[in-house]
């Protein structure tokens, strides 16, 4: 089979090529959307999040059979020709949970601790210190908000912090009564925590979560932690609000430059171990398809329901 890959690294390229000798394989550094100017007849098609899959990209992959994102999230995705040619589609569901939390939490200490202010003084200089006095995490209340592989991970650093932790999703997981954790609606988890932690895909559902309305539940010193998707925030939050967002994700680039934000360019993936388990999961689904065996990580978005 004719099997694509876009948006791939030389180690990815390396792994793949390794591992399937069998099958005819094309490599592109570039999106999908950069190459795919013309019909080609590839039969799998694997993806990064910057290649925005269309009805117009599908038109031009007449032979597809199967699609693939080596991600997460899928909202890069959105075609109706999807389902009306019966195409199966699949993730790398839990691949990154212990490498965003704990990345979520570095940027919380940068902000409680200021650490990266620190940091920078000292490097020209200076040991001056007096105006970064920071907060502890111990005793603090957490509210996160998503309890999958990333929430669940989030939920247990916290609790190692001595922190204590409330959680929102739209069913109750085992985490929960593991780490005898308390289990919340939204209004109580933004009312009462220190700090909030997104773990959330996007959906119609979860876009604009935290909003013009529900931000007045803040607490006045609340911390935001968003390392999931910038639309889980309504953009005019940033401007409304003075708490202190740390953002690893953000819809439009203009409000990184506010005093109150700390942004980090979409990098809470990025781990050795983590992008290892992607390339895994994703040889694992192709493999899978290509015995003509289940889909471990098939997408059914026809039937896409709240997930969280």
Do not use: W
Request: charged share 25%.
């Amino acid at each position: 089979m004719k099997i694509a890959f876009f948006e791939i690294k030389p180690e990815e390229q390396e792994f793949f090529t390794k591992a399937l000798v069998s099958e005819k394989l094309f490599f592109f550094e570039d999106t999908i959307n950069e190459v795919i100017l013309e019909d080609r007849d590839y039969d799998i098609v694997s993806v990064f999040v910057h290649s925005k899959i269309s009805d117009e990209i599908l038109e031009k992959l007449p032979k597809l059979q199967y699609l693939q994102t080596r991600s997460t999230g899928y909202d890069h995705i959105k075609c109706d020709l999807l389902y009306k040619k019966g195409l199966l589609l699949s993730n790398v569901a839990g691949y990154a949970g212990p490498a965003v939390a704990e990345f979520s939490f570095s940027l919380l200490l940068n902000a409680t601790r200021h650490t990266y202010t620190a940091l920078g003084r000292t490097k020209e200089g200076d040991s001056h210190y007096s105006d970064l006095k920071g907060i502890e995490l111990f005793g603090k209340t957490i509210g996160i908000l998503g309890l999958g592989t990333i929430g669940s991970q989030m939920a247990r650093i916290a609790c190692g912090f001595g922190m204590k932790v409330l959680t929102y999703s739209r069913t109750k997981k085992d985490i929960v009564d593991e780490l005898q954790i308390d289990f919340c609606n939204l209004e109580i988890v933004l009312k009462e925590s220190d700090i909030i932690m997104m773990a959330l895909p996007l959906t119609p559902a979860t876009r604009h979560i935290l909003n013009m309305e529900n931000s007045n539940l803040l607490k006045k010193r609340a911390i935001v932690v968003n390392t999931a998707r910038g639309e889980l925030i309504e953009d005019n939050v940033y401007e409304k609000v003075a708490n202190i967002f740390c953002l690893d994700v953000i819809s439009k680039q203009e409000y990184i430059k506010e005093d109150n934000i700390l942004y980090t360019p979409h990098m809470a993936y990025y781990t050795n171990e983590a992008l290892q388990r992607i390339m895994q999961i994703s040889l694992k689904n192709i493999e899978a398809f290509l015995s003509s065996e289940a889909l471990p990580n098939c997408l059914k978005l026809p039937c896409q329901k709240d997930y969280r």
